[in-house]
């Protein structure tokens, strides 16, 4: 560090000068301590100090995994439960639960022992054992849930499969068609019809009706499977479920209300479906998760409504527009605030030279139609990690901490400790006389119950 480029610097600024012309005398402390060496050619200058910057991909991988484990070691939960259809974004948070044990484990064997102590215990090691190998630390802490329906092609059954042996999960596959059964069966016997998909003959009512069914059957199924389980395999605690809705979908309101995307807590939620990309081609070779490079690849499909031959569900084709359109519509209207007028007006120079002033004006009123549409669904969203600031969410960038630790280390020591030192028989002795002096003593509740105080 050179000092004297310091203080150059700070005296070229005008506002610097102004505040030290109006000082009579700048106060000054003699300490017998030198700061700089002196000037001598015959001594090396330090190597400046190498910085580490993460690469996006690497932000992805790494805040959301230590998020995710600062909340389960608070939160006195045993393990988390995610329902893992083997699209991108469930796949991503696998990945990044997958990432979270690689690091617990790495940590552990650095010689940190809070990490190791809270992963006995999350993990429920007994005889001096811990983790030492992240695939078994997921299996102790992790269940991936694959709720298949009529609706699901084999291969994305397939890819979760597949990546939740390479993550070491414990993973369950059920069918939901049978519940779907038991509603619409009921809804005929009160209504005396049954909704049809679009591709039958339906409404678009009906399709999306028939499409929110199966959504809100996995949110319940998700959230009895992460209590229940852990008892039937004789662990403690209970289980955190959680959510996969990336930002474009908030934003777009591209989700059921009260399907997976309402969990106890969703790490990607602040992230757009380009970056989860880049995450899960980055995560294929950098994480060890070969498979989710065939995940990237293949097309975002909700898989909700039935496959025919002239016929497959595609996400950006219900969402009338790309995922690309989609993160250059979130950055603009979160990030530059623009409403409709002056976002026509950015994406009239971005994008004049392939789509007309008039196919911009359709793209951006489509967009800001469904955005407000959907802005109901933004009061009930899962609590995200915060990686960005097109955040489709407007009420929580509040950081402060929202999560308690339950055990209160501090707080009940400190009570205990109270308690050892009053006698039992003074407490008693105390009566309403004392109110004045406990007042004085800052306890200013004591007589809040009483109206005569």
Same mark, same amino acid.
């Given at each position: 560090?050179?000092?004297?480029?310091?203080?150059?610097?700070?005296?070229?600024?005008?506002?610097?000068?102004?505040?030290?012309?109006?000082?009579?005398?700048?106060?000054?402390?003699?300490?017998?301590?030198?700061?700089?060496?002196?000037?001598?050619?015959?001594?090396?200058?330090?190597?400046?100090?190498?910085?580490?910057?993460?690469?996006?991909?690497?932000?992805?991988?790494?805040?959301?995994?230590?998020?995710?484990?600062?909340?389960?070691?608070?939160?006195?939960? @045993?393990?988390? $439960?995610?329902?893992?259809?083997? +699209?991108?974004? %469930? !796949?991503?948070? /696998?990945?990044?639960?997958?990432?979270?044990?690689?690091?617990?484990?790495?940590?552990?064997?650095?010689?940190?022992?809070?990490?190791?102590?809270?992963?006995?215990?999350?993990?429920?090691?007994?005889?001096?054992?811990?983790?030492?190998?992240?695939?078994?630390?997921?299996?102790?802490?992790?269940?991936?849930?694959?709720?298949?329906?009529?609706?699901?092609?084999?291969?994305?059954?397939s890819r979760a499969k597949v990546l939740a042996d390479?993550?070491? @999960?414990?993973? $369950?596959?059920?069918?939901?068609? +049978?519940?779907? %059964? !038991?509603?619409? /069966?009921?809804?005929?016997?009160?209504?005396?019809?049954?909704?049809?998909?679009?591709?039958?003959?339906?409404?678009?009512?009906?399709?999306?009706?028939?499409?929110?069914?199966?959504?809100?059957?996995?949110?319940?199924?998700?959230?009895?499977?992460?209590?229940?389980?852990?008892?039937?395999?004789?662990?403690p605690g209970f289980y955190l479920v959680l959510g996969?809705?990336?930002?474009?979908?908030?934003?777009?309101?591209?989700?059921?209300?009260?399907?997976?995307?309402?969990?106890?807590?969703?790490?990607? +939620?602040?992230? %757009?479906?380009?970056?989860?990309?880049?995450?899960?081609?980055?995560?294929?070779?950098?994480?060890?998760?070969?498979?989710?490079?065939?995940?990237?690849?293949?097309?975002?499909?909700?898989?909700?409504?039935?496959?025919?031959?002239?016929?497959?569900?595609?996400?950006?084709?219900?969402?009338?527009?790309?995922?690309?359109?989609?993160?250059?519509?979130?950055?603009?209207?979160?990030?530059?605030?623009?409403?409709?007028?002056?976002?026509?007006?950015?994406?009239?120079?971005?994008?004049?030279?392939?789509?007309?002033?008039?196919?911009?004006?359709?793209?951006?009123?489509?967009?800001?139609?469904?955005?407000?549409?959907?802005?109901?669904?933004?009061?009930?969203?899962?609590?995200?990690?915060?990686?960005?600031?097109?955040?489709?969410?407007?009420?929580?960038?509040?950081?402060?901490?929202?999560?308690?630790?339950?055990?209160?280390?501090?707080?009940?020591?400190?009570?205990?400790?109270?308690?050892?030192?009053?006698?039992?028989?003074?407490?008693?002795?105390?009566?309403?006389?004392?109110?004045?002096?406990?007042?004085?003593?800052?306890?200013?509740?004591?007589?809040?119950?009483?109206?005569?105080?």
């Open positions: 560090m050179d000092l004297d480029a310091v203080t150059s610097l700070r005296g070229s600024l005008s506002s610097f000068q102004e505040q030290a012309s109006c000082k009579v005398k700048v106060p000054s402390v003699d300490v017998p301590y030198n700061l700089c060496l002196p000037f001598n050619l015959r001594i090396r200058l330090s190597v400046p100090l190498q910085i580490k910057y993460h690469s996006a991909e690497e932000e992805i991988a790494f805040g959301p995994a230590c998020w995710l484990w600062d909340y389960l070691r608070r939160s006195g939960a @045993s393990g988390f $439960l995610l329902p893992l259809s083997g +699209g991108a974004d %469930s !796949s991503s948070v /696998s990945a990044i639960v997958g990432c979270m044990c690689q690091l617990v484990v790495k940590e552990i064997a650095n010689g940190d022992e809070q990490v190791k102590a809270d992963a006995i215990r999350i993990g429920n090691y007994k005889d001096g054992q811990y983790p030492t190998d992240s695939r078994e630390l997921v299996k102790r802490i992790f269940y991936s849930v694959f709720m298949g329906s009529e609706n699901n092609s084999k291969m994305t059954k390479e993550i070491g @999960s414990w993973h $369950l596959e059920v069918s939901i068609d +049978g519940l779907v %059964s !038991s509603l619409l /069966s009921l809804f005929q016997t009160l209504t005396g019809k049954r909704p049809r998909y679009k591709v039958d003959g339906g409404s678009n009512i009906e399709n999306l009706s028939l499409q929110n069914i199966q959504a809100r059957i996995r949110m319940v199924l998700a959230f009895m499977l992460a209590s229940l389980l852990p008892w039937v395999h004789n662990k996969s809705t990336n930002a474009d979908e908030g934003l777009r309101g591209n989700l059921t209300k009260y399907d997976c995307s309402s969990a106890d807590i969703n790490p990607i +939620g602040s992230l %757009s479906k380009q970056d989860l990309r880049a995450f899960l081609r980055w995560a294929a070779i950098h994480l060890g998760y070969s498979s989710l490079a065939y995940i990237e690849a293949a097309p975002p499909t909700a898989e909700l409504e039935p496959i025919r031959s002239n016929y497959t569900q595609c996400d950006e084709v219900d969402i009338g527009m790309s995922y690309e359109e989609l993160s250059v519509y979130g950055r603009l209207r979160k990030t530059f605030r623009c409403g409709p007028v002056s976002m026509f007006q950015n994406l009239c120079y971005r994008w004049g030279a392939r789509l007309s002033p008039s196919q911009v004006a359709e793209k951006v009123k489509h967009f800001f139609k469904y955005y407000s549409i959907n802005r109901h669904k933004m009061t009930t969203m899962t609590p995200f990690y915060h990686a960005e600031s097109y955040s489709p969410e407007d009420n929580r960038f509040d950081l402060r901490q929202f999560l308690y630790n339950t055990r209160w280390p501090y707080q009940f020591q400190k009570i205990d400790e109270l308690v050892h030192e009053l006698d039992v028989k003074d407490v008693q002795k105390l009566g309403n006389h004392d109110t004045v002096a406990a007042l004085s003593n800052g306890v200013g509740a004591t007589g809040s119950g009483n109206p005569n105080v």
